[in-house]
């Protein structure tokens, strides 16, 4: 099963996208990455271009872990109206929910309606479609974040 797991990782590991959800997941450790890695050589279950290719991705991933954190201390100043109110993460595309008048992220209220077809405020019923774009927060948003990423 290792092998075939790793055989999987091998086949992206030339995808930086890739690298970087692994490192952003929540959850990734590097412990889990190279602990396969180290098994996967010492039983030898990957052809050497393979393990070679495995490598490369450890490393990778290893690389997007410290930008995210280098990028997560940046960012720790946010003002809290740019946060998240569910995830407490910086927006990077705030929505307002018509239903509560709320502004989140959209990439957490269509993760929250994928199992709950409710907004989280007040439990009225609510749909992906019915969401809002927060224009002029957004513009905020990404004004504040040029700024930050000068200094």
């Given at each position: ?23 952003s997941s929540g959850y990734f450790k590097t ?29 990778r991933v290893e690389e997007a872990r410290l ?85």
């Amino acid at each position: 099963m290792l092998r075939d797991l790793c055989s999987i990782f091998v086949l992206f590991a030339n995808s930086p996208e890739f690298a970087k959800e692994c490192a952003s997941s929540g959850y990734f450790k590097t412990s889990l990455l190279s602990g396969a890695l180290s098994i996967s050589a010492r039983l030898n279950l990957l052809v050497p271009h393979k393990r070679q290719l495995f490598e490369s991705l450890v490393l990778r991933v290893e690389e997007a872990r410290l930008i995210n954190e280098q990028e997560e201390e940046a960012l720790a100043d946010a003002p809290a109206e740019f946060l998240d109110p569910i995830m407490a993460t910086l927006m990077t595309n705030p929505v307002k929910l018509p239903t509560s008048d709320n502004i989140v992220d959209y990439s957490t209220i269509t993760q929250h309606l994928l199992n709950d077809p409710h907004d989280p405020f007040n439990r009225e019923p609510l749909t992906a479609d019915m969401v809002q774009p927060a224009m002029e927060l957004k513009e905020r948003i990404d004004a504040w974040l040029k700024g930050r990423r000068r200094t």
